[in-house]
């Protein structure tokens, strides 16, 4: 019997883990760390600090090369080859290092509830036993970067992401969306709408870069500060909130 913990480390600050997660990693006889090339070593380089840091006894930590998802061709069935792929890596690294069964860990960006796709991928391994612990969101360290409320009194908040929003424009009535797995900006969109913004980027970590105000204002400044940050780091993980002005 194979059991996969799918465990929450939130934006990659030891500190977001809780203790159930901490435990969980080290009661793993095997921990999963992927790669994503040289451009996002950092990645790589954040869990090997959490492990470090965190794991209180001798842990098989084996590190693999992430497959790249295809630019060309239908959305979702790039996605679904691209998870077909991942699966089929964790399937040979557990023949390989769990023969006889054991515990599997996989440290999960944020929460793997959310915007995360491991939980699809799992059910793609036969036989699995699967436990999450869920971590801190970016959302929660998004609005506690910038100490403000997620929702308004008694309304409602729509969590969505970067291309649907370029493709299909503000969803409906809701007066409050927060933009997850946006690599282009989509707010630009939404030009000259009254909307504020609050923007963060490698939350809770050393060089968290947070901006907010109204967007016609605070928009150009963020896409700056992206695309600097980006080449400064090689990759860069941001999310942020947008609120319509009554």
């Known amino acids: 019997m194979i059991t996969l913990n799918l ?23 095997l921990i999963l760390l992927p790669r994503k090339g040289e451009e996002k070593s950092g990645l790589a380089d954040l869990r090997r600090t959490i492990c470090a840091e965190l794991l209180t006894r001798p ?28 699966a089929a890596l964790w399937q040979e690294q557990i023949d390989r290092h769990l023969p006889g069964g054991g515990t599997l860990a996989l440290l999960v960006w944020g929460d793997p509830s959310l915007y995360d796709s491991s939980l699809r991928i799992v059910q793609r391994i036969a036989g699995a036993s699967v436990k999450v ?9 998004l609005t506690a970067a910038h100490g403000i409320c997620l929702n308004e009194l008694a309304e409602p908040v ?22 997850m797995l946006d690599g282009h900006c989509a707010f630009q969109t939404l030009t000259g709408q ?15 870069a947070l901006a907010s105000g109204p967007l016609h204002a605070a928009g150009p400044d963020i896409i700056k500060r992206r695309a600097a940050l980006r080449r400064e780091h090689g990759w860069i993980m941001d999310i942020y909130l947008l609120r319509r002005r009554p």
Request: aromatic share 8%; hydrophobic share 40%.
């Open 133 to 141: 612990i869920p971590g801190i969101t970016s959302i929660q360290a």
């Open 158 to 179: 729509l969590i969505t992401t970067g291309r649907q929003l370029r493709e299909k424009g503000w969803p409906g009535a809701a007066r409050t969306l927060v933009v």
């Open 59 to 86: 842990v098989r930590i084996v590190e693999f090369d992430m497959p790249r998802r295809a630019d060309q061709g239908r959305y979702i069935d790039a996605v679904t080859d691209w998870h077909d792929a991942i």
């Open 7 to 29: 465990i929450g480390i939130g934006t990659g600050n030891p500190d977001h883990l809780t203790h159930a997660a901490v435990k969980a990693m080290n009661e793993a006889d």
């Open 194 to 208: 009254p909307v504020d913004i609050w923007w963060g980027a490698y939350l809770g970590m050393p060089h968290q």
